[in-house]
Each structure stands twice: as structure tokens, then as C-alpha cells.
């Protein structure tokens, strides 16, 4: 025996959070050590996009080989969000018209997911607070703390680092591990006849 008595429920207890490093790989670090704002989890993901009626894409392009172009196309064709694309280089996408900016916009839109470079995005979090939208979305990749400070110091939600299209599809049971909707309900493979 070791000479620490465990008895009860204290045998059982887990150890103090400084004692969780003990527990961790050797040699692994985290991926983002600067990362300090904690968003919201799945349930909250999952409520943001339920109450969501409408989606202003910002950075949003003509080029099929963009992200923002997948995701407006998803969006477009997979829900019933009322979809608005806004760059001041483009008059129309997908049949849509484009704005130029947020401020253009003919309704407050709910979500503002963000298609732009890291320094672009404080100013981006500013017009979606003007714009009196709910809640900032940052693309899978994206992850400034500035821009969330400042949606949420004007009681914006945030979410950052995640792609609504991937959130949505998730949620709404359309996503197979390529990303796409196979029709399959079963988790077993199908069988097909030699």
C-alpha cells in the first residue's frame, strides 16, 4: 500500500485541475496555447442555428473553388434560411444579388458568417453590431479574440472556428465523413450483389 488512506467517496473523486497536466501526453502541447475565449458548446451551436432565419455571408465569392461559394450554395439549396452575399466586387452570385456591405442589407440578419482575412475581422464584428445582427460565425480557420470581444460586449453570440455549413448538416443529419448526404440512415454498410 501506498500509505494514502482512501476511504468513501473520496477514493473516488477526481484530482484537482492543476493536476490534469499529470495526465497529459508527453511531449504533446495544445494546439492553440493562445487561445483564451471559450465558445458555445454543441447544444448552444445547435439553438443559434434553430432560431436562425436568415444568413448574410460576408466575403462571399463567385468562384466555385472558395469556401464561401460552397457554403452559399448548401445554404441556398439545403435550408430554409433567407440567404443574403455581400462584396462590394460583385453584383450577383448564384442568381443572387450581391450588397456591398452589411449596412446595404434590406433586413438585420441573424447570423453573419465571415469569409475574410484575420485583420479584416474586428472591423467585420463592427458592422455585423451595426447591422443588429445575433450572432457573429467565423469560418473554420478564423479565430480572433478582438472580434469577439467586440460582438459580445454589444451582446452578440460568437462562434468561431467552425463552418455553419458543416454545424448545419451535423445537426440536420446530412453529414457523412466526406461531407456530403449519403441517404443511408443505417450505420452498416450496404450490401450489394456480386
Known sequence: MSGIETTGVDACA???????????????????PERTWSGPGQQQRFGILRRTKSVAIVGASNNPARASYFVATYLLSS?????????????????QPVYASLAD?????????????????????????????????????SWNEDAAAIAEGAGLSVVMDRCIKIEHARFHGGLHLAGFDTGVISSHRQLLAR
Not at 484530482?15 to 495544445?30: F, I, N, R, W, Y
Not at 433567407?82 to 448564384?94: C, F, G, H, Q, T
Open 79 to 95: 435550408t430554409a434560411y433567407d440567404v443574403y452575399l455581400v462584396n462590394p466586387r460583385e453584383s450577383e452570385i448564384l442568381g
Open 105 to 141: 442589407l434590406p433586413v438585420a440578419p441573424d447570423i453573419v458568417d465571415v469569409f475574410r482575412r484575420h485583420e479584416d475581422l474586428p472591423g467585420v464584428a463592427q458592422e455585423a453590431v451595426d447591422a443588429g445582427a445575433q450572432t457573429l460565425w467565423l469560418q473554420l480557420g
Open 14 to 32: 477526481l484530482p484537482p485541475a492543476q493536476d490534469a497536466a499529470a495526465c497529459a501526453l508527453p511531449g504533446v502541447a495544445s494546439a492553440h
